[in-house]
């Protein structure tokens, strides 16, 4: 008998089945299933969701991939997502079991994956939205998604699930059977000074369509946003030494990077002396040529250009090269020894969070001597 070496594989199979056939069942007892995606805020798209549907009534648990894998709960509190086995998107009948036990009538779920095949397949079997909003289709991920904004979109697409309204101002979907822009409605005067983190005013805007289509009052989802804790790669600013520390590692792209730069830009001037730390990721190495136009704008106003990171030296020298001017390598070490903040200086953190950035900003965290508001101010 040869064939005995199939029944393992078969039950394999079946043990699969079954599994996919109970996670159906427990999404159709979640009414409200919401997927992020997008190439730019993502994470803290889905964070502002879950902060709003819970200040509004609707009992909501994220998932968050962002720079630290988290879930967040009802209540506010956040865990780390279980990875016994790496990243994988069939965590998510893990993390729909956890849902339905703190009684979740809403997921948020960040789409965690990149290409297209895959995105279909989490949307399609693991979530099976009934909204999802696309964030924006800037180019990243080139390898998977495309080389161009319309490519990106395309590949992108491949997340979007039959019956679903999607959330977006992206003209790029406007052919889907149900689109609801975002919100359009003026906020209230200074709302976006209450968020312990930069909130951009598209993003909050996203998040109210949403609450919006779950059922949540306006008012109600205004006032529980603010209340949403950031991700770590918008976390800060810190104080630690005589350093005042901008976390931008996550903005990833050029624009938001600028945005975030403008908005600290006065506080960090006052320090006299302002570094741009970049953060290299070998597996970003595109991402180079797209940040020389911030960089330079940066460096003629005086700053000081320094790379860390993966093959830092290489990245260093093509600054160096593209931009005239000297660019050092500091080891990723460095970024958490008290010595490298005793100047008084103010450091913009650019580029991607992964890595070096994160071991940076877990420093900052534990050794800040004040929580600083999101313009960079002191509390």
């Not at 893990?94 to 789409?111: K, N, P, Q, T, Y």
């Not at 895959?118 to 080389?147: C, F, K, W, Y």
């Not at 600013?237 to 931008?248: D, K, T, Y």
């Not at 103010?346 to 600083?372: L, R, S, T, W």
Request: hydrophobic share 45%.
């Amino acid at each position: 008998m040869r064939w005995w070496w199939l029944i393992p594989l078969v039950a394999l199979v079946l043990a699969g089945l079954a599994e996919r056939a109970a996670h159906a069942r427990r999404l159709r007892r979640i009414p409200v299933r919401i997927l992020v995606n997008g190439t730019r805020g993502k994470t803290s798209v889905t964070r502002l969701i879950a902060a709003a549907l819970n200040a509004g009534g609707v009992r909501a648990v994220a998932k968050c991939t962002g720079s630290d894998p988290r879930e967040i709960l009802p209540d506010g509190t956040e865990r780390p997502t279980p990875r016994p086995h790496g990243a994988r998107i069939t965590e998510l009948f893990g993390f729909v079991r956890r849902a339905l036990s703190h009684e979740a009538r809403a997921i948020v779920v960040e789409c965690m994956a990149v290409l297209p095949e895959t995105q279909r397949a989490l949307s399609r079997h693991l979530v099976q939205p009934t909204i999802i909003v696309m964030t924006n289709a800037v180019v990243d991920h080139v390898d998977e998604l495309g080389a161009d904004e319309r490519e990106t979109a395309q590949g992108l697409a491949f997340s979007l699930y039959p019956g679903a309204v999607l959330v977006t101002a992206e003209q790029f979907f406007a052919d889907w059977p149900q689109v609801v822009p975002p919100d359009r409605d003026q906020l209230p005067d200074g709302y976006l000074d209450r968020f312990s983190f930069p909130a951009f005013e598209h993003n909050v805007r996203l998040a109210l369509a949403v609450a919006a289509l779950a059922g949540v009052d306006r008012e109600d989802a205004l006032r529980g946003m603010p209340l949403a804790q950031p991700d770590i790669g918008m976390a800060g600013p810190f104080e630690v030494g005589s350093s005042l520390i901008v976390n931008a590692f996550a903005a990833n792209d050029p624009a938001s990077t600028q945005a975030r730069y403008e908005l600290a830009l006065p506080q960090m001037a006052a320090r006299g002396h302002v570094v741009m730390l970049y953060n290299h990721r070998a597996d970003r190495i595109y991402r180079l040529k797209g940040f020389l136009p911030f960089l330079r704008g940066a460096l003629a106003h005086g700053a000081q250009l320094l790379v860390t990171g993966e093959d830092a030296a290489s990245a260093a020298r093509y600054f160096g090269r593209q931009l005239s001017c000297p660019c050092d390598v500091v080891p990723p070490a460095r970024l958490t020894d008290a010595a490298f903040y005793a100047p008084r200086q103010a450091i913009f953190c650019v580029g991607n969070i992964k890595g070096a950035g994160a071991d940076m900003i877990h420093y900052c965290m534990d050794q800040q001597k004040e929580p600083c508001h999101a313009d960079g101010h002191l509390s």
